[in-house]
């Protein structure tokens, strides 16, 4: 890792970060919104954020091959500092499923770009030991997240966010 582009380095801790922070309300998304929306109309409202997010995914590549890798990571990440902090102010439950939605798409965009970045800034032999340690930091925060967000999202999370 000491071997590492500076740019991986910074990566792999802002990514660590961010995705401790989604898994850290993700999983509890759909109670809170079953309280406040009903069962049947978030049943039918969390069948959009896949489908928007696989639609994201793929204009996240493209965006990357036209755009460029560096600003199609930064398009992702500013729409998700955004829609986190729009989230974080609960306006209202349909303004927080829009920024729930919209921190999923600029998520999907921001991955093509990133791998591709990583794949880029490292050599082939190495690139198996890069691609683990962001797989690892992505799994930390899926573990750890929803420890925290049990703890936290319910009583605290416009302060969590």
């Known amino acids: 890792m000491r071997a590492w582009d500076l740019n991986l380095k910074v990566r792999l801790i802002g990514e660590t970060l961010f995705n401790l922070l989604f898994w850290m309300y993700y999983p509890f998304l759909t109670i ?3 309280n406040n929306f009903g069962k049947t109309i978030t049943g039918f409202l969390m ?6 997010g696989i639609i994201a995914n793929l204009f996240g ?17 500013a729409i998700q500092a955004i829609m ?9 439950d349909w303004i927080n499923f829009i920024a729930y939605l919209l921190i999923n798409v600029g998520r999907t965009i921001y991955y093509p770009a990133s791998s591709a970045m990583v794949a880029d800034l490292t050599q082939e032999k190495d690139r198996r030991e890069v691609f683990a340690a962001f797989l690892t ?10 420890l925290f967000g049990s703890l936290f999202f319910f009583h605290y999370r416009s302060g969590l966010l």
């Open 137 to 146: 930091a992505f799994n930390v925060g899926a573990v750890l997240g929803p």
């Open 47 to 52: 069948i959009i954020p896949p489908i928007a």
């Open 32 to 34: 809170y919104f079953s």
């Open 61 to 77: 590549g493209y965006l990357s091959d036209t755009l460029g890798r560096w600003k199609t990571m930064l398009i992702g990440t």
């Open 84 to 92: 986190f902090t729009i989230f974080s102010l609960n306006l209202s």
